[in-house]
Nanobody, 125 residues
Framework: QVRLVESGGGLVQAGGSLRLACAAFGSIRSINAMGWERERPGEQREPVAR???????NYTDSVKGRFTISKDSDKSTVYLQMNNLKPEDTGLYYC???????????????????WGQGTQVTVSS
C-alpha cells in the first residue's frame, strides 16, 4: 500500500505563489509516477501535473509555464511549485501515486493508484 500526505495549501492573492508538498509512505519502491489532480468548484477532478520515475513531466495546458512539478530522488516526496496563480486555480488539490503490485508482465501484476486527502488552494482576485 502507498499512503500520501499533502501540505502547503492556503490562501494567496492572484499573481502570488504557493508550493505544495506530498510525502509518500509505505511501498515507496513500487511507485512508478506521482502527480497532482485538482477539483475546482463545480467541476470534475482533473489532472494537473505528473512526473515519472525517469523524470518525464506532463502538465495540463492551463498551468504550463506557471506550475512546476518535481520529486526527490528517493521517490518519497513530490512538489508542485505554483507561480502566477489565478483565481481559476482555486480548488482542492490531491496528490496521486501510480504504483503496482507484482512483477511487471507477470500474472500477478496489478496497477494501483493512491490519492492523498487533499489540500485547499484559494486564490483571491
Amino acid at each position: 500500500q502507498v499512503r500520501l500526505v499533502e501540505s502547503g495549501g492556503g490562501l494567496v492573492q492572484a499573481g502570488g505563489s504557493l508550493r505544495l508538498a506530498c510525502a509518500a509512505f509505505g511501498s515507496i519502491r513500487s511507485i512508478n509516477a506521482m502527480g497532482w489532480e485538482r477539483e475546482r468548484p463545480g467541476e470534475q477532478r482533473e489532472p494537473v501535473a505528473r512526473v515519472t520515475n525517469s523524470g518525464t513531466t506532463n502538465y495540463t495546458d492551463s498551468v504550463k509555464g506557471r506550475f512546476t512539478i518535481s520529486k526527490d530522488s528517493d521517490k518519497s516526496t513530490v512538489y508542485l511549485q505554483m507561480n502566477n496563480l489565478k483565481p481559476e486555480d482555486t480548488g482542492l488539490y490531491y496528490c496521486t501515486a501510480d504504483w503496482s503490485q507484482g512483477p511487471r508482465g507477470s500474472y500477478y501484476y496489478i496497477p494501483r493508484k493512491s490519492w492523498g486527502q487533499g489540500t485547499q488552494v484559494t486564490v483571491s482576485s
